[in-house]
């Protein structure tokens, strides 16, 4: 009896972990498109990424502070993790994604970025003896078969401070999947992304005072597919919808699936990121990129059967 009810319990936190899951990848894959719009209209790279953070951190901090209920030795007691997740998993991971796409093809720079679940599987062998099994190895070749068809790799000569950057980002992501994890039932996730995504927006902000990173926006309309909305709409979205809610989803779903499946099911962003740009800027979305990102649930699917 005991059993039964522990397997229940046991699915059902499954069921919601990849709920939340879904949720967070098909926020995180959004922001690419909007992001692409503001930078068309004339914002730079890191205006929008500071923009983003900065908006995420002002919706979430009320709501944290409410959560902790005046409990502030729980943010003394985890000031490491919160530093360490806003300068690496938010601050860190974004700043070098956008330096990666400024010297890289995009679809080269999400293909390196997006390897991080080889890393995570690789990090848990050496850290916890989690060896791979079978499955893990057929979904992992599975996963990243199909980026190689969701992504645009391009062509052209590559440049290795590109392809630094891009490594810099994929660990960035692993540090995310493994603090994100971290579940000792003290810190509520809501907490941690808040957290986090005000050290994120200090250090940007910090970044852009002193050169480091080129700040500038724009007040032109941000242009869609069929349609024009004001900047600070899309601005808006860019924080609340794919910034916060993605955070927060996100760490939802690994502290329910474990860093190795959670940066799995990621891997679907990278499937939603095509048709959302087909939906809202009208490019194309190839056969290549459906049978692509097919793969990359075949593969999640896998993983997901390893337990």
């Known amino acids: 009896m005991a059993n039964a009810i522990g397997d229940e319990v046991g699915r059902r936190r499954m069921r919601s972990g990849l709920m939340w899951a879904t949720v967070s990848a098909a926020a995180f894959g959004l922001s690419g498109v909007l992001a692409r719009a503001l930078i068309d209209a004339g914002w730079s790279a890191g205006g929008a990424v500071t923009a983003r953070v900065v908006v995420a951190a002002v919706a979430l901090l009320p709501i944290a502070v409410i959560r902790l209920h005046g409990s502030w030795n729980l943010l003394r007691r985890n000031l490491s993790l919160l530093g360490g997740y806003g300068l ?37 062998w050496a850290r916890d003896r989690q060896r791979p099994t079978p499955a893990t190895m057929i979904g992992t070749i ?26 810099a980002a994929m660990l960035g992501s692993v540090v995310y999947y493994l603090l994100s994890a971290r579940d000792d039932g003290e810190l509520p996730g809501i907490v941690l992304a808040a957290g986090g995504l005000v050290v ?21 309309p941000a242009r869609f597919r069929g349609f024009t909305t004001p900047w600070w709409t899309v601005v808006l979205v860019l924080g609340i919808v794919t910034t916060a809610l993605a955070y927060v989803s996100g760490i939802a779903a690994t502290r329910r699936l474990g860093a190795r499946l959670a940066s799995f099911t990621g891997l679907c962003e990278v499937a939603a990121a095509p048709l959302l740009a087909w939906a809202l800027l009208g490019q194309p979305v190839r056969f290549l990129q459906l049978l692509g990102g097919a793969m990359i649930l075949i593969g999640v699917a896998v993983v997901r059967s390893d337990r």
């Not at 070098?96 to 293909?111: C, D, R, S, W």
């Open 142 to 167: 599975c996963g990243l078969g199909g980026l190689v068809l969701v992504v645009d790799v391009g062509s052209g000569n590559v440049a290795w401070s590109g392809v630094a950057w891009a490594l």
């Open 200 to 220: 994120g927006a200090l250090v940007l902000s910090i970044a852009g005072a002193t050169g480091v990173l080129a700040l500038h926006g724009s007040a032109d």
């Open 88 to 124: 690496i998993a938010v601050a860190g991971t974004q700043l070098a994604f956008f330096e990666a796409v400024a010297h890289l093809p995009v679809g080269v720079a999400l293909l390196i970025v997006f390897a991080s679940p080889i890393a995570v599987v690789a990090w848990l």
